[in-house]
């Protein structure tokens, strides 16, 4: 992934690129996608994209392992998540879903992924302190909670699952209020052109429907052309 076209997954929304990513396959049927509905810290913040960081969490009990263990996993997470490459996202499974009660992401956990240089979080379990959340690092959450309750590291750099999509490490995310995708490799070559034609192709229909004397007739004829290009 190059720079321009960072700079362009940056500024639009997951459902383009979801789309856009059918273009570049030449098919529908593209299902590496969450389901469900998540729960965004700012709504109105930019896309985080990046390649996956993972680990998993859990929070109703204490961790089994010794404390002096459950400190050292802690720090190999932290030491894990400081490292590249970048742009990065962390990508967080909490295996107490759907009844996660540990929020993860607060007030100093946000702060310090943001100060490693990653771009944001997505998780499917709890996050709170959302006054106090820096700006520049959305928080994708499965709910919103007051307590940490037992929260702790379980495993680092291993698989995981969220809201029905499996992230491996370095899959590269895009992420955004909607949902999150998983960037396949092999059509990052055609990406940029691809999603230039499904805003292209959109405003086909948007522009027709914003005309003063939009009438049945002009978007039958809208969206015949539509129709033709879009895949």
């Known amino acids: 992934m190059d720079k321009q076209l960072y700079k362009l997954l940056l500024s639009i929304d997951t459902p383009t690129v979801c789309n856009a990513i059918e273009v570049a396959q030449g098919q529908r049927g593209f299902d590496q996608f969450t389901r469900g509905t998540l729960q965004a810290s700012d709504p109105t913040a930019n896309a985080i994209v990046g390649y996956a960081k993972t680990a998993q969490i859990a929070a109703i009990k204490p961790s089994a392992l010794p404390p002096d263990e459950v400190k050292a996993l802690?720090?190999?997470?932290?030491?894990?998540m400081s490292q590249g490459p970048h742009p990065s996202v962390t990508v967080i499974e909490d295996l107490d879903y759907p009844d996660a009660v540990g929020a993860y992401w607060g007030g100093i956990n946000t702060h310090v992924h943001k100060g490693f240089g990653i771009s944001g979080a997505l998780t499917n379990g709890v996050m709170r302190d959302l006054g106090d959340l820096p700006e520049g690092f959305p928080v994708l959450a499965g709910s919103i909670g007051p307590s940490h309750a037992f929260v702790h590291v379980e495993s680092i750099a291993t698989p995981v699952t969220v809201f029905g999509l499996?992230?491996?490490?370095?899959?590269?995310?895009?992420?955004?209020?909607?949902?999150?995708?998983?960037?396949?490799?092999?059509?990052?070559?055609?990406?940029?052109?691809?999603?230039?034609?499904?805003?292209?192709?959109?405003?086909?229909?948007?522009?027709?429907?914003?005309?003063?004397?939009?009438?049945?007739?002009?978007?039958?004829?809208a969206w015949a052309e539509f129709e033709r290009v879009r895949t």
């Open 166 to 221: 499996t992230i491996h490490e370095g899959d590269l995310i895009h992420a955004d209020r909607h949902g999150a995708v998983i960037i396949p490799t092999d059509i990052i070559p055609k990406l940029e052109n691809a999603i230039q034609r499904v805003i292209h192709n959109e405003q086909i229909v948007l522009q027709a429907a914003k005309e003063d004397d939009f009438d049945f007739e002009r978007f039958e004829q």
């Open 74 to 80: 802690r720090m190999q997470y932290y030491k894990y």
